[in-house]
């Protein structure tokens, strides 16, 4: 079973599986990872200093990708 990785951290930046990524540009990384393994977990890191706006916001992205199994992962500091 494949498993995603999100990263968010408190400046915005993303990560997918450790690769910087681009917010814009979240939603097709996340489609083509998905294409390699349909129905992949994705576990979604985020810093406890971000909005929750920008959390929800990334939340949108990756379902609009078609990921559904998503897991909040909280974590006080994050190094990709």
Known sequence: KMILTVTVKSDGSLYVDK???LYENLTEKLKAKAME???PDVLLFAENTLPYQNLFS???RIRMAGLQKIS???KAEIRP
């Open 72 to 74: 909040l992962q909280a």
């Open 58 to 60: 990334v939340l949108d």
């Open 19 to 21: 690769e910087p990524v």
């Open 37 to 39: 393994n349909p129905d």
